[in-house]
């Protein structure tokens, strides 16, 4: 099991219309000794809160690492705006070389990215742990 480190100065807590999400940005270092962004999103991703969700990630491309791990495990709801943001990021991260992998065991969440056929080009891990590759 590996940890989280190396914080960046990007943790942020939104309110908006009567919800909260919270986003933090680290570096998660592998077995290896590799570096992995990781952007973590906690509450529902949905139209109040995807544009400073979508900022977060887009902030990671063009670093050292080519994957950017991308934490929904506590996010209990998405709606088609969340989606919309998965599926740019996504496009946004293999124009710049990268690659988005996407972590949630949220039945809910894994739900819609299955009903909507997502998850067959999107890179959806159960674990942190999984998405790096460490089993």
Not at 55 to 84: C, H, K, M, N, Y
């Amino acid at each position: 099991m590996v940890g989280l480190s190396d914080f960046f100065p990007v943790r942020a807590r939104y309110l908006c219309h009567g919800c909260t999400m919270e986003l933090v940005s680290a570096n998660l270092h592998g077995p290896n000794g590799e570096t992995f962004p990781v952007v973590t999103c906690s509450g529902d991703l949905d139209i109040a809160t995807c544009e400073e969700f979508r900022t977060a990630i887009l902030r990671q491309l063009g670093g050292e690492s080519s994957i950017i791990l991308v934490d929904l495990a506590s996010v209990p709801f998405i709606d088609s705006t969340g989606l919309s943001v998965l599926i740019s990021c996504h496009k946004a991260a293999v124009a710049a070389g990268s690659e988005c992998r996407f972590v949630s065991d949220v039945p809910k969440v894994l739900r819609v990215v299955q009903t909507t056929q997502l998850d067959r080009f999107l890179s959806i891990h159960p674990t942190l742990d999984s998405a790096m590759g460490v089993i």
